[in-house]
């Protein structure tokens, strides 16, 4: 992913209404075609981001929402393009970087606390506005299949002469101090 996002949507969250607001985001060609380049795809057809964001806590803000694309990946294996579609649900959180909410959480000895299973640590933002678009990227990037494969071909795929020959276990370094303590 580039350090520039393809998507930018800037959106103020200062003052959101308790319901929040709805964010819908349709990518032009220009932007599906950077998207498909940031991401090492062969194209990108169609993406649209469709985001619910509403206060959290505080000062806190609730990105929820939709992300759905329709992208032509390279199979590792052939080099054919495949189309795939992307339907990725999301959600996330977000609070200021002066948030105590961004704090990250340590023992007594100072080791960081996570659990695997629990939800993620909410995301921080400067100043009153999150740009949405390089949320929906992120997603995007994370919902890409990284090892796109053709229907129908076999798991493992090995050279023909390779499944003929044995393969010749390496002989292990103690294979002679068995042979010496069999002495007399």
Request: proline share 9%; charged share 30%; with cysteine.
């Amino acid at each position: 992913m580039n350090d520039t996002p393809a998507l930018k949507f800037p959106v103020s969250v200062l003052h959101l209404p308790q319901k929040g607001i709805t964010v819908t985001i349709k990518a032009d060609e220009r932007e599906c075609a950077a998207l498909a380049r940031d991401h090492g795809l062969e194209a990108v057809k169609s993406f649209e981001a469709r985001f619910q964001i509403m206060p959290w806590k505080k000062q806190g803000v609730k990105v929820q929402g939709r992300i759905d694309a329709d992208i032509v990946q390279a199979c590792i294996v052939t080099l054919e393009p495949l189309d795939a579609r992307i339907a990725e649900e999301v959600e996330t959180l977000f609070v200021p970087e002066h948030s105590r909410l961004a704090r990250i959480r340590l023992d007594e000895s100072g080791e960081m606390l996570v659990d695997a299973e629990g939800p993620d640590m909410p995301e921080t933002f400067s100043g009153d506005h999150i740009d949405i678009g390089a949320v929906a990227e992120e997603f995007f990037e994370l919902a890409i299949d990284p090892y796109p494969r053709k229907p129908g071909l076999p798991e493992q795929i090995l050279p023909p002469d390779s499944m003929d020959t044995e393969v010749e276990k390496p002989v292990s370094p103690f294979a002679k101090l068995a042979d010496w303590k069999k002495k007399p």
